[in-house]
């Protein structure tokens, strides 16, 4: 069973409007700023948050967007050249919750957490896409994300309600403590054919429809899903 905290603190709660991204001609909601007072959460996740393309965000299995502060520090030295403002304080990674004490190795897929009134679940890791690299103004972001293994996680909403800044997220329940998303981080980006641990992962009821299904495919195919599309800006 991994370790960690089981009851820490939302230090932040934040939502954005979908917007024009740079220059791609694309929308992205991955701006996000700090929600002040109680905000309603339903099965699409906070009031008010936006998501710019549906097909590849938010929805049930990706309501919430829970991102580890304890990782700033990590990316500020990684990234001298970043915005300074920009890792100064939680957002810089379309969060919805920032949190610190809790990372990867601390959370498995489908714990149920307690977050002010609502029930959350984690449903799968992130995936990270082309967007983070024009919001970070790195050509590669997107691939150092993944490669780091600090992703930051979703969660699916079991019982609505309301949640703020301030409130304690408390862990409630731990049915898979085998699969700490680190090890299914792992086994997704690096032991990419591992058949065992794919046969596992294809066998997690909790986790998200679609990672059951990639997991099925790579099981099937013995190949490896091309990521350019998803870590790669259109056009270069």
């Known amino acids: ?17 979908s917007a024009p991204l740079g220059t791609t001609g694309s ?11 109680p905000i309603a959460v339903g099965p699409n996740g906070l009031e008010g948050d936006e998501q710019a393309d549906r097909r590849h965000h938010g929805g049930p299995e990706k309501a919430v967007h829970h991102y580890a502060f304890d990782h700033y520090t990590g ?36 714990d149920l957490w307690r977050a002010g009134s609502v029930l959350l679940q984690v449903s799968q890791a992130r995936q990270p896409c082309w967007k983070l690299n024009h919001r970070f103004g790195a050509a590669d972001m997107a691939r150092r994300v993944q490669a780091s293994g600090r992703t930051g996680w979703y969660y699916r909403v079991v019982e609505p309600g ?19 998303l680190a090890r299914l981080l792992r086994a997704f980006y690096v032991d990419r054919l591992d058949r065992d641990a794919l046969a596992g992962i294809a066998e997690l009821d909790a986790l998200s429809p679609s990672w059951r ?4 495919r ?15 800006s259109p056009g270069g």
């Open 1 to 17: 069973m991994t370790g960690g905290a089981t009851d820490v603190t939302i230090d932040a709660v934040l939502a954005g409007p």
């Open 27 to 37: 929308f992205s909601a991955i701006v996000k700023a700090p929600l002040d007072g």
């Open 75 to 110: 990316w500020r030295q990684d990234l001298p050249d970043a915005e300074p403002a920009l890792l100064a304080r939680p957002g810089a990674f379309g969060e919805n919750l920032s949190t610190a004490g809790l990372t990867e190795t601390d959370i498995c897929v489908g």
């Open 162 to 180: 309301v949640i703020a800044a301030g409130d304690r997220l408390r862990m409630i329940e731990r049915p898979h403590p085998a699969w700490p």
């Open 213 to 216: 299904a990639l997991a099925r």
């Open 218 to 232: 790579r099981l099937e195919r013995g190949v490896v899903e091309d990521w350019a599309a998803r870590l790669e």
